[in-house]
């Protein structure tokens, strides 16, 4: 797998997973624009920092990245610990605009990859909802229809990450078969990074005991990096609408 000579957009670079495959991409050759609203602690190509819960704060982002590039990688998202507001927008509704708004400078043959989570696992159980939510039309439309179909603090992070997985699903294969941009999710399980431990507060003790006896232990954030990169690879050219489970087969357990 190489990356040589593609230009690759990351957020979330700041911290944990993000900051693994900036520094994986650029070792396989990538150029690498992080965009965060913490300030770096690697070398990338260039970065913007920039609040990705602010569809304003996005589009001065946008405006400021190449007018071409070859990947976006989603990245960046806040636990259920912070507000039910924030994860919305950062985690569903940011995200969402940002990819909108830089698509026309994604180069045909190109890749998206958002990260969604294990705990999106259950998105077949409120379908309905999700591919509703999908069809809404922009970040303040999105809102409005989230004010009109409230999501409980308690699952709000299950919820946005399911919302991911679905809108990311159904709208893939239009940008594929208009722009020849793929799309797709990288689902996680636990990661040992600086948010692990509100997962823990977030689901209880109860939860996290009974999950860990699934698993061998924790994943580190150097295991999920490679297969975001290879999504950006042209090694992926046929894979697009896929949620692929990187969790050392936690999610095989569910059935
Ligand atoms: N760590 C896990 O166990 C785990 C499991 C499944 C999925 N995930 C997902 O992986 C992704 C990365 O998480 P991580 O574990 O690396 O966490 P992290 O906290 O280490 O990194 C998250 C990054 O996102 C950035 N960010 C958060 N809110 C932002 C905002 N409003 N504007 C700009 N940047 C913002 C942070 O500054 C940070 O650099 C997230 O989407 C998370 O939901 C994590």
Redesign the pocket.
Known sequence: MSLQGKTIVI??????????VAKLARFQGAKVIG????DPSLTLDGFVK?????PA?IDAAVAQLPAQFDALC??????GTASGE?VA???YL?LRHLTEQALGRISRGGSIVN?????GYEWPKRLDLHKELATTKGFETGAQWLKEHPVAHETC?QYF?EALIVWSTVQSQKWFLEKGVRMNCV??????????GD?VQMLGQERVQADAKRMLR??F?DE?APVIAWLCSDAARWVSGANIPVDGGIASTYL
């Open positions: 957020t979330g670079t700041s911290s944990g997973i993000g900051a693994e965009v965060d609203r913490n920039a609040d990705l819960s602010s704060a989603n990245v960046a998202g806040v636990p924030l927008n950062v985690n940011g990260v969604s989570s294990i705990l992070y990450k689902a996680p399980g636990p990661v040992f990074t600086p948010i692990l997962f924790p994943g954030a999920i």
